[in-house]
């Protein structure tokens, strides 16, 4: 059983739809982290948050829009999406940034735009 | 940027085999980490080396860090079916806070 809940599990969107994709930890951690795994390319950092706070964003589309509204939880808004965004989206937390931090991830939302 | 390059990308064997995959870089890390991602599911830790040249040892499963600290190899011995999935190099470049991940191996353990 994993300490980091995804939901939901899958989601097909269309281009014009707005959704959300929901993370929580069950691990008392500080840091929270939003991945992207495609098939084309490795894992890519989104969105990292340090006790509710964003303290890193990859150049990552305004169509993707996070949210922490507090330390166990951390939400994706999704709006006006691309077919190029469908992808595996993972959230993640570890006890603190940095080195020696273990990063525990979620299971993934598999996302597919239409 | 830095980048890590992970081979092979596919891999199938047969139940028994021994293989041996790898992580690159030409820049130097601070510390890597092996995970271990089953379909369906999100990647799980197995291992982290922090020491240049470091050894480090998972029931069948080998890491070692190279002396140079720019890459690494996971030796398996004798794989089984349960050993398939994507195996995710990942790494903290000197310097950086943020891990860094490897395009993955591909594995497939035949019975």
């Known amino acids: 059983e994993t300490g980091v809940t995804q939901t939901p599990r899958h989601l097909v969107m269309g281009m014009t739809n707005k959704k959300s994709l929901k993370c929580e930890q069950h691990l008392g951690h500080n840091a929270m982290y939003w991945y992207k795994q495609s098939a084309k390319k490795p894992l890519e950092l989104m969105f990292v948050y340090s006790l509710e706070e964003r303290v890193e964003n990859n150049s990552v589309p305004s169509r993707f829009s996070p949210e922490c509204p507090n330390s166990s939880h951390l939400f994706l808004h999704l709006h006006t999406l691309q077919p190029e965004d469908s992808a595996l989206y993972l959230c993640a937390s570890s006890q603190d940034l940095g080195q020696g931090n273990t990063i525990y991830f979620g299971e993934g939302s598999w996302l597919t735009v239409v | 940027t830095q980048l890590l390059e992970q081979s092979p990308q596919f891999l199938s064997i047969q139940e028994g085999e021994n293989l041996t995959v790898y992580c690159n870089s030409s820049?130097?890390?601070?510390?890597l980490q092996w995970y271990r991602q089953e379909p369906g599911e999100g990647p799980v830790l197995l291992v982290t080396v922090v020491t240049g040249g470091e050894v480090k040892k998972l029931k069948r499963l080998t890491f070692q860090f190279g002396d140079a600290r720019k890459d690494s190899s996971l030796h398996i011995t004798a794989a089984q079916t349960g050993d398939t999935g994507l195996y995710l190099c990942a790494g903290v470049f000197w310097a950086g806070n943020m891990l860094t991940f490897g395009g993955g191996t591909r594995l497939m353990v035949k019975p």
């Open positions: 820049s130097v890390f601070s510390s």
